[in-house]
């Protein structure tokens, strides 16, 4: 891997995809207050802290034996996504996607494990089969929700060497091989990032939210999940204060009320069929200027087609490694994969002009 890496340092970064899945722990100020949460346990520490730190070391166990068991013969080589960091109650995970059956079993697998750690572990032994304090009413309630969004990098968004030694140049193809491998060492900071966050403050145990493309994306899969809809709602620092659509896929499987809030949401609530979804996120789209992702329906290797907006990027950020590249004594910088000749010659044109 280090060769690899090392090979990459003045080429410009490779567009590519990554997802990103959070659980958090819904309740836990409350359940760290309450009567139960205070209890010693056997370790002799409040059972609050007992609760998380199995979250912590346990979930992520789950969650990537859930995905190894939904493998097919069209995903085998895919990865896991790994621990990007954990956010007080929250841990988010991330991984680089290259297609639609990518992202659909990560999030299939993530959804099993957010059901899967609630009943076995969070659940109590009440024959209503409730969650540990309950379904909601009480304060004290303790449960388990997510959501999930994507982003492409390296722009507009960006990874960040966390402990930065100095050696990783900002927008290489090296940083960003990095980071695939080891998102545990870098931050990712950008406008997609910031919405993810904002969304997932608004999901429940019953909604899983998505981001406007991660929607998309889920829609334009071969055997696509339902999307919801809800009321948009403005998102602080999003969009300039434009309602962002409110999406979701249902997690009520495995309650005990599932049955009753599924009729009730016929009864009372709106179902819009796939296309109508599509057409509304892509309007959206075009209204906020938020990039369609693009990924292809099966894995490929190559990298997805990446926008405009990303080869005006690297056109500029060649001029910048080039120099370092000088600076360096070392070789102009390799040509993005999947450019033709003539990209190629007209972006080393544009960096000899520049260095002038």
């Known amino acids: 891997m280090e060769s690899m890496v090392s090979d990459q340092k003045f080429k ?3 567009y590519r995809v990554r997802l990103f899945l959070s659980a958090d722990l819904s309740g836990s100020t409350a359940f ?8 010693v346990g056997s370790e002799g520490v409040p059972s609050w802290v007992s609760t998380f730190s199995a979250f912590y070391r346990n979930f992520p166990a789950v969650f990537t034996t859930i995905f190894d068991r939904r493998k097919s013969a069209d995903t085998t080589d895919c990865k896991c996504p790994s621990l990007w960091k954990a956010v007080g109650d929250e841990l988010v995970f991330c991984s680089r996607v290259r297609s639609k059956d990518e992202v659909k079993l990560c999030v299939d697998s993530f959804i099993d494990a957010l059901h899967h750690y609630r009943s076995q572990t969070l659940q109590s032994s009440e024959p209503d089969g409730s969650s540990m304090l309950g379904d909601g009413e009480s304060e004290s309630q303790l449960d388990l929700k997510g959501a999930g969004w994507l982003a492409t990098f390296p722009h507009p968004n960006l990874a960040i060497k ?6 990783l140049l900002k927008f290489s193809e090296e940083t960003e091989l ?5 998102p545990f060492s870098f931050d990712f900071v950008g406008k997609a990032i910031d919405t993810g966050f904002r969304i997932a403050k608004n999901a429940k145990r019953s909604r899983f939210v998505l981001s406007v493309q991660l929607a998309q994306t889920l829609l334009a899969t071969e055997e696509g999940r339902i999307v919801y809809v809800d009321t948009p709602q403005e998102l602080r620092g999003v969009n300039r204060g434009a309602p962002y659509p409110s999406l979701y896929l249902d997690t009520m499987d495995h309650f005990h ?8 949401r016929e009864m009372f609530g709106k179902v819009f069929t796939p296309k109508h979804i599509s057409d509304y996120l892509r309007a959206y789209c075009e209204a906020v200027g ?3 992702i693009c990924l ?14 990303y080869t005006e990027f690297v056109d500029a950020q060649r001029c910048h490694l080039q120099s370092q590249a000088d600076l360096d004594g070392d070789t102009e910088p390799e040509p993005l994969e999947g450019s033709s000749d003539e990209e190629v010659a007209e972006a080393n044109l544009s960096s000899i002009t520049s260095v002038r």
């Open 178 to 182: 990095a980071a695939d491998e080891d």
């Open 296 to 309: 292809p329906d099966k894995i490929t290797y190559g990298c997805p087609p990446p926008p405009k907006s």
């Open 12 to 14: 410009p970064a490779d």
């Open 290 to 292: 938020t990039e369609e």
């Open 32 to 39: 760290k207050n309450s009567g139960v949460g205070q209890v």
């Open 162 to 167: 966390i402990i930065d030694d100095g050696d």
């Open 257 to 264: 009320f599932s049955e009753v809030r599924k009729m009730e």
